[in-house]
């Protein structure tokens, strides 16, 4: 990895660059809440001044520009008996600049399922390879327990990743296209004491994660499969839903058909589901294999911490807690997976 | 754009980037490809059960297509929905595959209404199968209830195609009542002409009825199994394989010499929409066909 350094000013230069004729996603603050907390979201932006790197964390993660909540896979045009099919990528290039690690790692956890070697997903990977990645390093958020999944340092899957460094920032370069738009600002190589701030900084936050055992959680899931952990859980659950939607990693979808209403055309329509819906494992005739809350609740855990891990070695969780901050019934991972630990112990 | 991105344009990736496959998976750009293909004739079976025979437009296509025993395709009606479906016809037909649908939603509902010459969408197959090679020197046991005969017909046909390779084979098929009774006018043929001992039970008999009465279990009881030299495949609903797979093991097969296939609601077969997940097991990669052993390893599975 190549390493430079930039100051602020320059790297507002830098976004002016980028806004020149490219679409960039940054966060924003949109407006606070109760508490008088900031909300923020990741939005397109038009100028350096809307964007906001100091911000905590989003409600929503940026998965929408790679998995859309909602998308057309393709449509069809009738033609008397005959159908024909069109199919339609999203290719405009895109930036999204002020990305967390927890939530680069989760676009690398989603490439593993979505652009590996079994059916890789063209819908995707257009977006995927066609959107410019800025990360920044940030304090812990509240709640965030990404250093206990390894989720807190990230070392691919970006274009360029700063680390602020008070009035200078220190850039990570891991593409090829990340070292020519620096090219278009001053920058200068790291210095010895550059480097030591910078590794002061990363100590700095590093020392700040509250510890949550994970590690033998794929097989604690098995053995507290039957435990009462989970009906505590689930019968606070409304199975809204919420968890799955602002989840970064969370890609499970259903499709369907809409026709319009000439009869002349109709489309494939790919939405994110959820989970814990109720219908979501009902099959034809009606019957239901996960039925009841509870058994939706486990297997999102299970899928998350168990199954993720005995298919490509790590949990699908990058521990950002949105679903713990979102959900309407205080059901959050750290809370159940400290239940699970504690049963285990007894 | 400036030369900082070159977009990048899936639809111009090489054609391919590995040999062909079976199922097309190494094809980025064809993944979600979906073959249109014409219904060339519709069967009736029963009320619920119709037989469709469909032959994919596209003539290179059609010769590409191969598939194995226990897999299936997703079908696709534009402008309903998209199903997925066993293949019910021989691996070795090539032209033309059939799919034995029961009306039971909406893709389905439409389907039935179909009528030749109409096109619908296949992509696929997905899935794995059942490894029928494994099973050459050995008794076969086919087992079905109800609509499980429907992809047990693939390894059926499979297995007469090479009756040569195998040695006592048993069809085994229940229902609830006699007017359920799927392919009902084949029996002769697999009973005499293929050398199979074909059994069929009923739950309740109608008058008309004259063959056996009661639960497919029964017609196992009645059997003399050499556990070590078969293999048993088992299709049908959760409830009833679950009772016949204890009684295989009874008799003392190992589960790993048993194979199910296994339905769950799909929306892609490529193991991204996550509906066909079992726990962590993705149905449509690593299924629908399993050996009973990895079943009973699923939680959830039955």
């Not at chain 2, 086919?142 to 609509?147: E, K, N, S, V, W």
Request: glycine content about 6%.
């Amino acid at each position: 990895m190549l390493f430079k350094i930039l100051s602020k000013e320059e790297f507002r230069n830098f976004i002016d660059f980028l806004l020149k004729d490219t679409e960039v996603i940054a966060p924003k603050q949109i407006n606070v809440n109760a508490d008088g907390k900031a909300i923020y979201q990741f939005l397109p932006v038009q100028n350096f001044e809307e964007i906001r790197l100091d911000y905590e964390t989003t409600d929503y993660s940026a998965k929408t520009y790679f998995l859309p909540y909602k998308e057309d896979l393709s449509s069809c045009s009738f033609l008397g008996t005959i159908w024909d099919r069109e199919i339609k990528y999203r290719i405009q290039p895109r930036a999204i600049v002020g990305l967390h690690a927890c939530d680069i790692n989760a676009l690398l956890k989603l490439d593993k399922v979505l652009a590996g070697d079994r059916f890789p997903s063209p819908y995707y990977i257009s977006r995927r390879k066609n959107t410019f990645i800025v990360g920044i390093d940030h304090d812990p958020c509240e709640g965030g327990f990404c250093q206990s999944v390894g989720a807190d340092v990230v070392t691919h899957g970006f274009d360029l990743y700063l680390t602020d460094l008070g009035d200078r920032y220190f850039a990570a370069i891991n593409s090829n296209r990340g070292f020519n738009a620096l090219q278009q600002v001053k920058t200068r190589e790291p210095t010895a004491r550059d480097n030591n701030d910078y590794l002061e900084v990363r100590r700095r936050i590093a020392s700040q994660f509250k510890p949550l055992e994970v590690h033998n959680l794929p097989n604690l899931m098995d053995i507290e499969f039957e435990s009462k952990v989970w009906k505590k859980w689930a019968d606070k659950c409304m199975s809204c839903g919420s968890c799955a939607m602002v989840c970064p990693t969370c890609y499970c979808y259903g499709v369907e058909e809409r026709i319009t209403m000439n009869n002349a055309k109709s489309a494939k329509i790919k939405q994110l589901y959820s989970c814990q819906f109720l219908d979501f494992a009902t099959v034809a005739g009606g019957l239901n294999f996960r039925p009841d809350r509870e058994t939706r609740l486990k297997y999102r855990y299970y899928h998350q911490h168990r199954g993720f891990v005995e298919a490509y070695e790590e949990p699908l969780c990058v521990g950002c807690y949105r679903c713990g901050r979102v959900c309407l019934a205080d059901i959050n991972p750290p809370d159940i997976i400290q239940d699970l630990q504690t049963e285990y112990q007894e | 754009m400036t030369n900082l991105f070159h977009p990048y344009y899936i639809t111009q990736e090489a054609e391919m980037t590995q040999p062909l496959d079976y199922n097309r998976r190494s094809r980025l750009k064809h993944v979600d490809q979906v073959f249109r293909s014409e219904i060339i004739n519709v069967i009736p079976l029963t009320d619920m059960e119709k037989l469709f025979q469909l032959r994919i437009l596209d003539e290179a296509e059609r010769e590409r297509f191969s598939f194995l025993p226990g897999q299936f395709v997703m079908v696709e009606v534009p402008g309903y929905g998209e199903i997925p479906i066993s293949i019910s016809s021989s691996p070795s037909h090539k032209g033309y595959i059939e799919l034995c649908i029961r009306k039971a939603g909406v893709v389905t509902s439409i389907l039935h209404k179909a009528n030749r010459g109409a096109v619908v969408g296949l992509r696929g197959p997905f899935g794995t199968h059942f490894p029928i090679e494994k099973m050459r020197r050995n008794n076969i046991l086919l087992i079905a209830g109800g609509l499980g005969l429907a992809p047990l017909r693939a390894p059926i046909l499979n297995v007469i195609e090479n009756r040569t390779d195998f040695k006592d084979v048993h069809i085994l098929y229940g229902t609830r009542q006699s007017d359920m009774l799927l392919f009902s006018y084949q029996y002769e043929e697999w009973n005499r002409i293929a050398d199979i001992n074909l059994r069929v039970i009923v739950e309740q008999a109608d008058p008309t009825w004259t063959g056996s009465v009661g639960l497919i279990t029964d017609l196992l009881k009645e059997m003399r199994i050499e556990p070590m030299q078969t293999y048993a495949i088992i299709c049908g609903p959760p409830v009833m394989f679950k009772f016949v797979c204890a009684h295989l093991q009874q008799e003392g097969i190992p589960m790993d010499r048993m194979f199910v296939s296994l339905e769950r609601r799909m929306h892609c077969g490529m193991g991204k929409c996550c509906r066909c997940n079992i726990g962590s097991t993705y149905t449509c990669l690593s299924g629908p066909v399993f050996d009973y052993w990895t079943v009973m390893n699923l939680k959830e599975a039955i």
